[in-house]
């Protein structure tokens, strides 16, 4: 069974940085994709970017492109957000998932991945 931790969250002023890491178990991971989503109180979840992971290959929501870098580290079985001139609209709980599906890439739609972490909160004070 995969198992996804994220780690990282925190408190930071408008401006700042943090960077964010999502741990998967298991010897055996390999998925086709992993992703970062986010959910503000209130709000539905929202995509905010994701990694093919054999090609590296990553894409971004509009409003984190330029600020936000996605990647991962294989070895680990680690994929990092890092997140950069942050925003009090950056304030959510961070979600990592994991895509085990090979057949299409659709990294911006929730359904698309097959496991969750429990997340990690982000805020980001004014």
């Known amino acids: 069974q995969v198992q996804l931790v994220e780690s990282g969250g925190g408190l930071v002023q408008a401006g700042g940085s943090l960077r964010l890491s999502c741990a998967a178990s298991?010897?055996?991971?390999?998925?086709?994709?992993m992703g970062w989503f986010r959910q503000a109180p209130g709000k539905e979840r929202e995509y905010v970017a994701a990694?093919?992971?054999?090609?590296?290959?990553?894409v971004y929501a509009d409003s984190v492109k330029g600020r936000f870098t996605i990647s991962r580290d294989n070895a680990k079985n680690t994929v990092y957000l890092q997140m950069s001139t942050l925003k009090s609209e950056d304030t959510a709980v961070y979600y990592c998932?994991?895509?085990?599906?090979?057949?299409?890439?659709?990294?911006?739609?929730?359904?698309?991945?097959?496991?969750w972490g429990r997340g990690t909160q982000v805020t980001v004070s004014l």
């Open positions: 998932a994991a895509s085990i599906s090979n057949i299409h890439w659709r990294p911006s739609i929730a359904g698309e991945y097959d496991y």
């Open positions: 298991g010897r055996t991971f390999s998925p086709n994709s």
């Open positions: 990694i093919h992971w054999s090609s590296a290959t990553t």
